[in-house]
């Protein structure tokens, strides 16, 4: 008896408030969704511009749309600037090793001088910024040198490097003398 | 029917007279906002619900197939009623379902409707149309057995028996407190309704002295129109004797008492309707109903509060 209802029924009408707050309310958790999610992005931001200063203060703006090609192309930028730091790098090491080998097998050669009791007569030297060449005589009853040393001590550094020893003479008594030449190519 | 709030309009239309009671439908609670003795416009979101007339409804027990759901039942319900009384014209169904499958039917002309509608001054097609006196029953709890309901409405009256919660027989009844009213205004120069609201005993007494008056003549209306319902149901035969009890609907305490009174041998039968909701001296119980109707419409209603 409850559900009795003579009318034929009218047609559902909703005003056109009602109509726009049920729109509303219908894409408000789109509307949520898509904020939060730019809210998200923005603390995400935050965090890295707290944990990397050095990139974001290179950087010309923070609009998020554009920090992604914007870091990209730092990234970039800072790679070739490592590889132009790395080349200037190279270029002053081979800079210093080639200064270095300038003088570097005369004070081998001083070096092991000094070391030995015997005289030595030098006899030339010549350096033409490639090439060296020494020639000298060791005078002694026995050559102190060992070739061996020098050797292992100047081709690390030298190409076609050679100590010859060209000739061996009595000189005076049991006094002999060597005679020997180092050469080789920078 | 709006987003947050569900707004129930009844109107109730008596011999050109409007009244407007307005109600927000929250929570199964529905709060009475106004009452206007006059056509209130409604808003086009309000759910509308209006009475009806009896003098455009048709009724009929139908044996319908044992259909569930209602809208094709009152399908039909509508094909049966059009091949029984041969109608061409466009009618509004309804029907609920009675005793021995058989189903009480109402219906209205579609024409006639409109017309009540537009002299009414209503221009929106309402939501629910509502007989008028089943609206008044509608808020009386329906006792188990076989029961008469009197309704005494202010314009209509009706005798309704039923059995359980079905309806067995309806009739209308020529009289109403309307009447009785005017009479207790010649002489007293108030309504009925007003004297009973005053408190004054004065003039309570003094309509008391008028309705016993008439009280028998009263009561031998009700009296033999309660017989001829019973008497004429079609569904089942029964008497008078085996009728459990006598509901009177009333919402004058006068008239009520004034019945009570007779000394008959029915008048034992006559017992106090226990009201699903609280009623308010203002409104009618007819109005009452009909905002109950339209809560009904939107869920279940608990409580009706002003």
């Known amino acids: 008896m409850e559900k009795l209802n003579l009318s034929s029924g009218k047609k559902r009408v909703y005003k056109l408030r009602t109509f726009l707050i049920l729109i509303f309310i219908s894409i408000l958790p789109a509307i949520s969704f898509f904020s939060v999610s730019y809210q998200l992005r923005l603390l995400k931001i935050s965090e890295l511009l707290r ?36 080349r200037a790098n190279e270029e002053i090491k081979n800079q210093l090793v080639d200064v270095y080998k300038d003088t570097y097998f005369l004070r081998v050669f001083f070096n092991e001088l000094s070391k030995t009791s015997n005289k030595f007569f030098l006899s030339g030297v010549m350096y033409d910024g490639q090439r060296f060449y020494i020639d ?14 020098i050797y292992n001590k100047l081709n690390k550094y030298y190409k076609d490097f050679a ?16 005679h020997y030449i180092w050469e080789g190519k920078k | 029917m709006g987003i947050f709030k569900n707004r129930i309009v009844a109107y109730n239309f008596n011999e050109g007279q409007a009244s407007t009671l307005i109600a927000n439908y929250r929570n199964k609670k529905i709060r009475i ?13 309000d759910l509308v619900v209006v009475n009806i007339p009896w003098d455009i409804i048709q009724t009929a027990f139908l044996e319908l197939p044992p259909i569930k759901k209602e809208s094709d039942r009152i399908r039909v319900a509508e094909l049966e009623l059009r091949r029984i009384y041969n109608l061409n014209e466009d009618i509004n169904v309804s029907c609920v379902p009675s005793l021995f499958g058989k189903n009480f039917a109402l219906f209205v002309r579609r024409a006639d409707f409109m017309r009540f509608l537009e002299t009414n001054g209503l221009n929106v097609i309402p939501d629910i149309a509502y007989p008028s006196i089943l609206s008044e029953l509608l808020l009386v709890k329906k006792l188990p057995g076989r029961w008469v309901y009197v309704v005494l409405g202010e314009y209509t009256s009706g005798v309704i028996v039923m059995n359980g919660t079905a309806i067995m027989n309806l009739r209308i009844i020529d009289i109403s407190t309307n009447e009785i009213s005017h009479l207790i205004k010649e002489e007293t120069g108030f309504e009925l309704s007003e004297i009973e609201n005053s408190g004054n005993e004065e003039l309570i007494e003094q309509s008391k002295k008028i309705l016993e008056t008439i009280a028998s003549d009263l009561f031998s209306i009700i009296s033999r129109e309660i017989v001829i319902s019973v008497n004429t149901t079609e569904l089942e035969k029964i008497l008078l004797d085996v009728i459990d009890g006598i509901v009177l609907i009333t919402k004058s305490k006068l008239i009520r008492d004034t019945i009570f009174i007779e000394g008959s041998e029915m008048v034992k039968k006559f017992t106090d309707p226990v009201f699903l909701t609280r009623l308010y001296p203002q409104i009618s119980i007819s109005e009452l109903g009909l905002i109950y109707r339209g809560g009904i419409e939107l869920g279940k209603v608990k409580s009706i509060i002003w």
Do not use: A, C, M, W
Request: glycine share 2%; charged share 25%.
């Open chain 1, 163 to 178: 100590v010859s020893l060209l000739d061996e003479r009595n000189f005076l008594g049991d006094l002999k003398y060597f």
């Open chain 2, 33 to 45: 906002k106004s009452y206007h003795q006059r056509f209130v416009e409604s808003d086009p979101e």
């Open chain 1, 136 to 149: 000298y005589y060791e005078y002694g009853s026995v050559s102190q040198l060992s070739t061996e040393t």
């Open chain 1, 51 to 86: 944990s990397y200063p050095e990139v974001f203060n290179n950087l010309s703006s923070t609009n998020v749309d554009f920090l992604e090609s914007q870091v990209n192309s730092l990234i970039l930028s800072l790679k070739s600037r490592e590889n132009d730091i790395k």
